[in-house]
């Protein structure tokens, strides 16, 4: 998806229509209001958001909007990661939690064993080094 301003193509990572609206919903502005404001019905301006919006209809928008066609044009949040995706980070994730907790219980393991040892070796010394 691209757009052009001032004779320049900028990508966008989502459909302009789609900005609108979650820039829209993330305002907690709700589809009659915006109809309400440009005089239009809220079944038309449902089919704005989900087609084609031209240059004129944008900046109506956008004035609705108290906000400039720019912010419309360029406003995308990252695009939501699919179930794999997350999958993947969370299996990640735990595979570095397994790694650090086998690498804590070994060391823990080799301290035990130290342990033992200098108690054995107290107890058949006399135990003055058991604190040292």
Avoid at 39 to 53: C, D, F, I, L, P
Avoid at 90 to 99: G, N
Avoid at 102 to 115: A, G, I, V
Wanted: one cysteine or more; a neutral charge.
């Amino acid at each position: 998806m691209h757009f052009c301003l001032c004779n320049r193509t900028y990508p966008t990572s989502m459909p302009l229509n789609d900005n609108i609206r979650q820039y829209r919903k993330d305002h907690d502005i709700s589809q009659e209001t915006i109809s309400d404001t440009l005089a239009m019905t809220q079944s038309n301006y449902s089919r704005v958001e989900k087609g084609t919006v031209d240059e004129k209809m944008l900046i109506r928008i956008a004035k609705a909007l108290n906000t400039t066609p720019d912010v419309l044009r360029f406003y995308h949040l990252p695009p939501k990661p699919t179930d794999e995706q997350q999958t993947r980070t969370l299996l990640a994730q735990k595979d570095e939690m397994i790694a650090l907790l086998k690498d804590q219980l070994h060391r823990l393991h080799e301290e035990n064993s130290r342990l033992h040892a200098r108690l054995a070796d107290c107890l058949q010394g006399g135990g003055s080094e058991l604190y040292t």
